[in-house]
Structures are given as C-alpha cells and as structure tokens.
C-alpha cells in the first residue's frame, strides 16, 4: 500500500467504502510481491496493482463485490489447466489477494498509519487472512502499542510478539497459528504487512551525477539526502527529488548521523574529489552501512585507496568500498551513470549476477542475501521472494 497511499488517503477522507485488494502470498513466481495493492473507488476508479495487468480484471470485479455485501473475500489467481491465456497468471505462479472493504468506520486506524508511514514512523498492520478467525480483523502495532481485534488475547498477544519482530526486518509475510493463537499451529493465517521506514541513501557531491542518482534513489523507495560544503550547489532547487539537502562538509555530517546508520544504508560519494571523498569514506568504513561506493576514474581510485590506507583504514574495510561505483553499463551521462548505480544497488540486495539474463539459466528470482536488517545490504524494506519464472 506504501505506493498508492495518496490515493488510498483520499479515498478515506472522503468517507465512502471503497476496496482495498492485497497481494498477500505468491508461490512461485509473480509479478507483484507480497504487500503489493489495488484500491478501487465506489465510483470505479482504481489505483495500484496487484499482478502488472494478469489479474486485475478479475480483482476489479471481486472489488465490486466486496463493496456491496460488506464483507472481505480472499481469492486465489493461477494458470488455468485448460487455457494458460484464462484469468490467471500465465508467468506459472499463483497469487493470493485479500480484498476488503474500506471506510473510517470499518478501519479507524488507517489514517494514522498513513501518517506515520509519511512520517517514516514503524508501524505493521495484521489482518486475519484465513482459517477459523474473522476474515479481515485487523490490528495495528506499534514498536510500543497495538489496537485493534483479531479475536482472542492469545492470539493477539502472540501477533504483536511476532509483528514487532518482522517489523524490525522490515518483512512484509503470513504468521500462522493455532485457532486460539498456539504458535505450533497452522490453521489460523494472518497477513503482517511492515511499514518500517524508508532505508536512507546519503549523496555526497552536490554535482549534476547526483540529481540523477537522488532521482533514481527517490524511485528506488529510498529517503535521499544530498551534502555537499559549498551552498551555492548544494540547494532544494537542484535536487527536488532529495528528501533534504544538507550543506555541510561530508565528513562532518556524516559523523553526525553515524548513528542512524544501518545495513539498508547506502552511501554514494560522487565528488571524486580527495579533500572531500578521502574524509567521508573514512567515517563511511567505520559504518555497518550496505553499501558504498564512491566514483571516479581507476586511477582516482588507487589514489583514494593509497589515501586511505595512509589514514589506517584495514584492508577488510577497504574491500568494502565499490570503486569505481556502478556496474559496467557502458555508461556515460549523469542518468546512464544512475542507472548504472542503482543496477548495482539492486544486485547487492538480492545477490544477482549482473550477467544479461538471456546468458543465465535456473531461476531468475533468487533469494536475498543473508539477512541483514531490512533483508539485506542497502535493501529497500524486505519482502519475500517472488520465486521462478
């Protein structure tokens, strides 16, 4: 819901039911993942999607439904034995949607959750998806709270544990249960979707690369920085895609916020300048952050690794350092250098080859790299692996 909550706000402020619908497990593979949604308006306007087009014809319809009896209904889109082109998804997977029905009244709390999800304040949302429980009782939970009524204090109990849990991971995914909340049982499923704050990206060199590389970081879920010391360069109008601009000396600012810093972290230096790049990567290094890189030609590079070793830097935190920064696209303007960038960003989080898929053979959806909060280096909040193709 994460994408399309400016619409999904909208249509709660206006206080007509509309319908929520949720991926909310896939096998195999898919073209949404897990936490993916569609609204759709009493008025039969839609926003989102749930399959890239496979199935939404046929959620749209259930949407209609749900909306004139009340009530939630979970369905399930795979390939037809007889005909692979029938409603279904003809990539070979299979995928669960939960949809509801949606209004102030039925969901109190979602606009809470919108708010705290703009804030960039953790926040999950439990939702009975199948089994003997209510379909569609749904509890929020906070790091220090939850409200809400799935049914039984056991199992809500068990649910809050459990959510926090996949809240500090950033995974999105069903829990299942016993009738009663008994945590070696499987015949009650519930739907914890995560809402953990957006992972950072720090730009560092307010240069025209960076307005590329905050543009696809914006794009990509992160929440972008850009810091740059001379203020003439490093301004709101220059980077309008940048969360926020800072004009600081790198190094000093990140100092500031080494703190903040996680594995769903990526620092990219791009001033190539070594007053500026040598200071920063230092601080950066001594950081658990996913991923750095910093740019610049190879011979640039072996000056700022001669640069850094003078400073003490060990040679286990060097090998951190992706330098020259990017995958070898070919790139050369600032927006083929960007992509080229997040390629690489994308590759460190799922542990991809960066080899054109037509060379490979297996599965295409690999599983992620071991887990590193938020599920893996400088990962965008985790969900669960799609499958195969």
């Known amino acids: 819901m994460r994408d399309i909550r400016t619409a999904v706000a909208e249509l709660y402020a206006s206080g007509d039911t509309f319908a929520l619908a949720t991926v909310i497990d896939t096998y195999r593979s898919s073209p949404r993942e897990p936490g993916a949604a569609m609204a759709v308006s009493a008025t039969g306007e839609v926003a989102g999607s749930v399959s890239g087009g496979c199935v939404e014809g046929a959620v749209y319809e259930l949407a209609q439904e749900v909306m004139a009896e009340g009530r939630a209904q979970r369905a399930t889109y795979g390939v037809s034995d007889d005909d692979a082109f029938a409603v279904g998804l003809t990539c070979g997977g299979t995928l669960h949607v939960l949809v509801e029905p949606v209004d102030p009244a039925r969901h109190p709390h979602l606009g809470g959750v919108i708010a705290d999800i703009e804030a960039h304040r953790p926040v999950a949302v439990a939702t009975v998806a199948g089994g003997p429980g209510r379909l569609g009782a749904r509890r929020v939970i906070w790091p220090d709270r939850a409200e809400g009524d799935l049914g039984g204090s056991r199992l809500e109990a068990a649910v809050d544990d459990d959510a926090r849990g996949m809240l500090a991971q950033g995974s999105t995914g069903i829990l299942r249960y016993g009738a009663q909340g008994e945590r070696r049982g499987d015949d009650l499923e519930v739907f914890v979707q995560s809402f953990a704050p957006a992972p950072r990206m720090l730009v560092f060199g307010a240069i025209d690369f960076a307005a590329a590389v905050t543009e696809i970081g914006a794009y990509l879920g992160y929440r972008v920085t850009v810091c740059d010391a001379r203020p003439v360069f490093a301004t709101a109008k220059r980077f309008p895609k940048a969360d926020e601009v800072v004009v600081k000396w790198p190094h000093v600012f990140l100092a500031e916020i080494e703190a903040q810093i996680d594995e769903r972290t990526a620092i990219c230096v791009l001033t190539h300048d070594p007053k500026f790049d040598v200071p920063v990567l230092e601080v950066a290094l001594r950081t658990p952050a996913g991923y750095i890189g910093a740019m610049g030609s190879r011979r640039t590079h072996d000056d700022r690794l001669a640069r850094l070793r003078e400073a003490g830097i060990p040679e286990d935190r060097l090998a ?13 303007t600032p927006e083929e250098t960007a992509v080229s960038i997040a390629a690489e960003l994308i590759q460190t ?5 960066g080899r054109p898929l037509s060379a490979t053979e297996g ?4 599983d992620p790299l071991a887990a590193a909060p938020g599920g893996g280096p400088a990962a965008a909040p985790a969900r669960r692996p799609a499958g195969t193709r």
């Not at 951190?320 to 050369?332: C, T, V």
Request: aromatic letters at 4%; charged letters at 25%.
């Open 320 to 332: 951190r350092l992706r330098s020259p920064i990017g995958l070898d696209l070919g790139a050369r």
């Open 349 to 353: 989080r799922w542990g991809g080859s």
């Open 363 to 366: 599965r295409i959806h690999i």
